[in-house]
Structure formats: C-alpha cells, structure tokens
C-alpha cells in the first residue's frame, strides 16, 4: 500500500492511570467540538432555528459512543456549556432514555412569572431502514 503525508497523523497516548477519565472526557469533548459549533444563544427564535441542528448531531454522536450518551443525558446543559453552547437562562433541557428505546431530548422555555413550562421542541433520532 502506498502511503503519503495527508494520511499519516501522530497519536500520543499517556497511560497515566490518575489520568485515564479525565483524558477520555477531554477526548469527547474535543471530538464533539469539532464537529458542533461554540454558540451563545440570545433568545428563544435562535434557539428554536439553531438548537435542532446542534442537539441532532450529538445525539448521532451518543448512538455511536456510549460513554458519550451517558455523559451528554445525564445533564445535556453542563454538557452543553462545556463545549461552549450557552442557551439563556429561561430555556432548558430534558434528557430522555428508556431501556430499549434510543434517547431524545425536550427543550423548554420557563414562562416570565410562571411555574409552568413550554415546549419549544422534541428531538429524537430514529433509525429507519427501508428495502
């Protein structure tokens, strides 16, 4: 096999013990930031436009890495704001995962002098396969 310098990459793995969580987090976070943009969001219009597409991208990225998946659900807006999304203090997030059934997402606004929440949005992928 022919090999050039476009396909050819150093990895430098550190075995440390004490490290080895910590490494593997840094390496999913760095891995999900590459693929998903550093967002602030202003108002509930660009988190209703642009939110959609961002949590989509990591939940494909939770169906393939369950560390990742466990991560992400247990609490999405730390998750979030670690890769540098930051949504405004009125919306937030609700993870979902059942036994058997891949995990989806709710994202709520808390309505101004209400205890009650609305749903700006569900998000689940589903895996269809047609013949």
Sequence with gaps: MK???ETT???VVD??????AGDAKSALLAAVSTLVPSVVFEDRE??????PN????????????EELADWFLNDA???LNRIG???PEDISIESKKEAKAKPSLTVFEQLENSRYKRKIFKLSLKLIANR
């Design 9 to 11: 990459a150093l990895v």
């Design 15 to 20: 075995n440390m013990a004490g490290n080895a």
């Design 54 to 65: 961002l949590l989509g991208t990591i939940l494909a990225l939770c169906w393939i890495n």
């Design 46 to 51: 660009q988190v209703k436009k642009e939110l």
């Design 85 to 87: 999304i930051f949504l």
């Design 3 to 5: 090999q050039n310098a």
């Design 77 to 79: 807006e730390i998750f």
